[in-house]
């Protein structure tokens, strides 16, 4: 089956750092991923749409300039955390899109993100 | 826009009896996706059932199937012969070019 990874899959930084999160889809190539945050007992909340070669399309509301989003391949996608400030502690989740085929999306494990 | 609605946030039910999950959208596309996914403590998304606008019939996964209403834009998830494992955070979930959830609900399962 199709999987999907994320990396890390927690991470504790300091506030006004910046952190970077990885998704990669292992065994098969996604043209589009997606990002997804997640508050404690909540749904998924999509942040951004992420196809390959081309600029992220976010969704109203998401600060473009502090969570970037690059889709350099295939199979990788990256969110970096740009000065990063405790509210944006959360659970991120990414997915990939195997397109043609139910328009079902494949989700990474998670990064939970805490910054102090 | 479109909407997901999960009316249930908590629903309980006791092991190897049925419990139904409800979910209703709001859309104006003809042709989309619709899915339940399970997510257990570990919060991995697990999907558990799909289903195709444009199929009338009924998708169904062993245990698991769902009602599909288009008209009245209802997707209900009916789990029979509940087990332990099946306890989790069940996401309702519609596509088009994107995917949105609703709320969830959170299914306890009594021994």
């Known amino acids: 089956g199709a999987v999907v990874s994320q990396h890390p899959s927690r991470v504790i930084c300091k506030s006004g750092t910046s952190v970077k999160i990885e998704c990669r889809s292992l065994?098969?190539?996604?043209?589009?991923m997606f990002w997804y945050r997640q508050f404690p007992k909540k749904s998924l909340m999509l942040m951004a749409t992420?196809?390959?070669?081309?600029?992220?399309?976010?969704e109203q509301g998401v600060e473009k300039d502090k969570f970037l989003i690059n889709h350099a391949s295939l199979t990788l996608s990256t969110l970096t955390v740009t000065s990063a400030h405790p509210e944006d502690s959360s659970f991120y989740i990414c997915?990939?899109?195997?397109?043609?085929?139910?328009?079902?999306?494949?989700f990474g494990p998670g990064t939970r993100l805490t910054v102090t | 826009a479109q909407t997901v609605t999960q009316s249930q946030p908590e629903m309980s039910v006791q092991e190897a009896e049925t419990v139904t999950l409800s979910c209703t959208y709001d859309?104006?596309?003809?042709?989309?996706?619709l899915f339940w996914y399970k997510q257990p403590p570990s919060r991995q998304m697990i999907l558990v059932i799909r289903?195709?606008?444009?199929?009338?019939q009924n998708a169904t996964e062993n245990r698991f199937s769902v009602n599909f209403q288009k008209a009245a834009k209802s997707f209900s998830l009916k789990i029979s012969d509940s087990q332990l494992g099946d306890a989790a955070m069940y996401f309702c979930?519609?596509?088009?070019?994107?995917?949105?959830f609703g709320a969830g609900t959170r299914l306890t399962v009594k021994p």
């Open positions: 979930a519609y596509t088009y070019n994107d995917m949105r």
């Open positions: 992420s196809n390959e070669g081309s600029k992220a399309t976010y």
């Open positions: 997915s990939a899109l195997l397109a043609g085929y139910s328009y079902e999306q494949y």
């Open positions: 065994d098969f190539q996604a043209t589009t």
């Open positions: 859309t104006s596309e003809s042709d989309y996706y």
């Open positions: 289903q195709e606008a444009y199929k009338q």
